[in-house]
């Protein structure tokens, strides 16, 4: 049977174009080297992270064996995406093909995912240190920490693969199609498909459900039980430096799932595709570039060992 779809090209596989951020050269220059910069910070800081913490024994702890994991996370995440942008900010739109934008699309979840659950993780290696802090070393072994991270992999694998297929699945009736975004994201490629996506949003709402919204009912429980445990001490320094090693944490929580929310969250009536953008902005350059500065300047272990390595200085007395 002839398809009569007038909109239907079979002249191939469809390929995708971004929409330009802006066509007025000085601004396409700025952006560049604006997002440029943030990047290398951003490579830089987390670099950094992950060398002090695995340079120096004082940090071989699961807090910082998490912190490492994240920091590691957060390149991949970035570099996922920034190349691109960058490469399509100048001259005319650059088209990627269906199998670049499945791809770049199912990493893009895989580390987002990942880093959602890693600080779920994070927040209960708190929970054990602060609430249960005589077994401590029996519960958070080596074996245990590793697993969590490999798990926290292997879940955000399983949900972007289904989550990927599930969007690509969909019919797209042109060869070439403009997607309002400069990363292929699930939502945005969704609206250019010639079909019912009503399934296909759902899907995606359940999947955003189960990476955000119960991962920080999670990190919420694992906090009201914290700030239990830190009000009932009788020591007002152990109270501040058991809310040090928290506060750190609780900021880059709150910016990730608060942006992240606003985008993934929000109902499809009341969102437009120019605020996601800006939001997406937001938590892809903002979170990853935040925290390695959060957590050298708030976090007293690592400001000493990075002390000690740069200047030779001797670290201080952490007791």
Request: charged share 10%.
């Amino acid at each position: 049977m002839v398809d009569r779809n007038p909109f239907f090209n079979k002249s191939g596989p469809p390929e995708f174009v971004f929409r330009v951020l802006t066509n007025v050269p000085e601004f396409q220059a700025i952006l560049f080297t604006l997002f440029f910069l943030l990047y290398l910070m951003i490579l830089c800081g987390n670099t950094t992270i992950i060398w002090v913490v695995c340079n120096h024994s004082s940090l071989h702890t699961p807090m910082y064996f998490f912190l490492g994991s994240l920091s590691f996370v957060e390149i991949c995440y970035i570099t996922d995406v920034v190349p691109l942008i960058l490469s399509n900010i100048f001259g005319d739109q650059k088209p990627i093909s269906l199998a670049g934008c499945g791809t770049q699309m199912f990493f893009f979840s895989v580390f987002g995912c990942t880093d959602c659950f890693l600080l779920t993780v994070m927040a209960y290696d708190r929970y054990v240190a602060i609430c249960h802090p005589l077994h401590y070393n029996l519960i958070m072994t080596q074996k245990l920490c590793v697993q969590m991270v490999i798990g926290s992999l292997s879940l955000a694998l399983l949900l972007s693969l289904a989550l990927t297929a599930f969007t690509f699945t969909l019919p797209f009736c042109r060869h070439r199609l403009e997607i309002n975004h400069f990363l292929c994201d699930v939502a945005p490629i969704m609206r250019l498909a010639c079909a019912d996506i009503h399934v296909n949003q759902a899907v995606l709402y359940v999947v955003s459900i189960l990476v955000l919204t119960v991962p920080f009912l999670l990190i919420f429980i694992s906090y009201v039980f914290i700030a239990s445990t830190i009000l009932r001490m009788h020591s007002a320094e152990g109270r501040q430096r058991a809310f040090s090693t928290c506060s750190s944490h609780l900021t880059v929580v709150l910016l990730q799932y608060g942006c992240c929310s606003l985008v993934y969250l929000r109902p499809r009536s009341s969102t437009s595709e120019d605020e996601d953008r800006q939001i997406a902005l937001v938590y892809i350059f903002g979170t990853p570039l935040l925290n390695p500065l959060i957590y050298t300047l708030r976090n007293k272990d690592i400001k000493d060992a990075l002390r000690n390595s740069f200047f030779h200085v001797p670290a201080s007395d952490t007791s």
